[in-house]
């Protein structure tokens, strides 16, 4: 089989999982040395492989759970073509496990987890707009602050002057010359 992209290729092997009762895991990729970008994916089975147990220099890391892997070998292997299009080269059908996929267990859909990425983008769009003008708000009332602080200065500089003219004017009339 082709696909246009390596994103059709998952969503096809996504919807082959669930109608099938299991769910993908994205799994291996292989990059271009020159460039980076991916040139191979592997697609399998959620139940692939076996949990490794992290530990620490004094013991387990993490309360140990019980391992949802059961080293499943379920998996198709996409590549990119010279013609441009994302050419399944393996497919392995067998797995070594029940096919049964509660909902809860069901990972979203590429399209539920685009709506998500949306809502949250528009959501941290509005976030930005607001702090924008949170900012413009808090500049204005700074503004204000320090015209406020000019002319209260400038009053407490005339009220000291007047105040030395004052006493000038009352040393002379105390003690004329």
Same mark, same amino acid.
């Given at each position: 089989?082709?696909?246009?992209?390596?994103?059709?290729?998952?969503? !096809?092997?996504?919807?082959?999982?669930?109608? &099938?009762?299991?769910?993908? $895991?994205?799994?291996?990729?292989?990059?271009? +040395? /020159? @460039?980076?970008?991916?040139?191979?994916?592997?697609?399998?089975?959620?139940?692939?492989?076996?949990?490794?147990?992290?530990?620490?220099?004094?013991?387990?890391?993490?309360?140990?759970?019980?391992?949802?892997?059961?080293?499943?070998?379920?998996?198709?292997?996409?590549?990119?073509?010279?013609?441009?299009?994302?050419?399944?080269?393996? !497919?392995?059908?067998?797995?070594?496990?029940? &096919?049964?996929?509660?909902? $809860?267990?069901?990972?979203?859909?590429?399209? +539920? /987890? @685009?709506?998500?990425?949306?809502?949250?983008?528009?959501?941290?769009?509005?976030?930005?707009?607001?702090?924008?003008?949170?900012?413009?708000?808090?500049?204005?009332?700074?503004?204000?602050?320090?015209?406020?602080?000019?002319?209260?200065?400038?009053?407490?500089?005339?009220?000291?002057?007047?105040?030395?003219?004052?006493?000038?004017?009352?040393?002379?009339?105390?003690?004329?010359?």
């Amino acid at each position: 089989m082709e696909f246009e992209s390596e994103d059709a290729a998952k969503i !096809f092997y996504d919807k082959y999982a669930r109608q &099938l009762g299991f769910v993908m $895991r994205v799994m291996s990729c292989r990059r271009s +040395e /020159k @460039d980076g970008r991916i040139l191979a994916r592997r697609l399998g089975c959620n139940k692939e492989g076996h949990c490794v147990s992290i530990r620490g220099k004094f013991g387990a890391v993490r309360k140990p759970r019980p391992s949802t892997r059961e080293g499943c070998k379920a998996m198709i292997h996409v590549k990119y073509d010279k013609s441009g299009k994302w050419v399944i080269t393996k !497919f392995v059908k067998e797995h070594n496990h029940p &096919l049964v996929v509660s909902a $809860r267990e069901a990972r979203q859909t590429m399209d +539920e /987890k @685009d709506k998500q990425i949306q809502e949250l983008t528009i959501e941290l769009r509005n976030k930005k707009r607001l702090c924008s003008t949170y900012q413009e708000q808090l500049a204005a009332f700074m503004k204000i602050v320090e015209e406020h602080t000019d002319q209260l200065s400038r009053k407490v500089q005339n009220v000291v002057t007047n105040l030395k003219e004052f006493e000038s004017i009352e040393q002379e009339l105390l003690h004329p010359r």
